[in-house]
């Protein structure tokens, strides 16, 4: 099955690649492999416009999420700030992470193989609207992180109750803790600026990439029970048709 990227210099747009490899095979939460992430970007995005979430739906879609939050994140302590570079397995322990509440994309992370700086260095990243899950491995040997709220360590057995409406612009969701299962549709969506994206780990990989699209107008997706991970980003929300 066929993968779109997140491939752009300065700022992240959604790229079609059918039949794409990885030059360099991703990690998963397994650990095996490394490689660029499906969403790769080569720095911080900059100058995205705010979407407005004043209207009902974006307003019951928030308070869904946040709900939903509550499985995770509740009561958790930061596992280390937003900002700075941390040595794996000296700074920060390898294991999966979850920051939340960050706006206009201004959150940018990047897992490194080293410390040289240079874009072939860069294992995954992602600019960020709102929530981004990511496992940091052993192999892995520095985590960037810059303009995010502060990363919680998330337990993997963790469990909520499971909200079926998805802000559209929300980032990356648990399924079966923050989302729950099934059917979604987002309308109204305009420019292809709307993009979704099922993962079966958080190693933000190609190869972790089940299914993922750019959307104009109405999308249909349904989110399985053995998913690990839906994301979305520029989308109008996502209601739950079966």
């Not at 900002?83 to 509440?101: A, E, L, W």
Request: aromatic share 6%.
């Amino acid at each position: 099955m066929g993968a779109k990227g997140k491939i752009a210099l300065g700022v992240v747009v959604g790229v079609v690649v059918i039949g794409a490899v990885s030059a360099n095979a991703g990690d998963g939460d397994s650990g095996s492999g490394n490689g660029r992430g499906s969403s790769t970007s080569a720095g911080r995005e900059s100058g995205k416009q705010a979407k407005d979430d004043a209207d009902a739906d974006a307003d019951a879609a928030t308070k869904s999420d946040t709900k939903a939050g509550k499985a995770e994140g509740a009561g958790k302590k930061a596992a280390f700030q937003g900002d700075g570079d941390f040595q794996v397995g000296t700074d920060v322990k390898p294991g999966t992470y979850r920051t939340t509440g960050n706006t206009d994309a201004l959150c940018y992370w990047e897992r490194s193989k080293d410390a040289s700086g240079e874009m072939d260095s860069i294992l995954a990243n992602d600019n960020v609207s709102g929530t981004s899950y990511v496992t940091i491995l052993k192999s892995d040997k520095l985590f960037k992180t810059s303009g995010c709220k502060d990363w919680e360590a998330v337990d993997a057995k963790a469990s909520g109750t499971p909200a079926t409406l998805i802000k559209g612009d929300g980032g990356m969701h648990k399924v079966g803790a923050d989302i729950a299962p099934g059917t979604y549709r987002s309308t109204g969506n305009t420019d292809d600026l709307c993009y979704w994206e099922r993962t079966k780990d958080s190693s933000h990989s190609m190869e972790s990439v089940i299914a993922n699209n750019n959307v104009s107008g109405s999308a249909v997706v349904t989110i399985a029970a053995g998913d690990a991970y839906f994301k979305t980003s520029g989308c109008k929300d996502w209601k739950k048709s079966g």
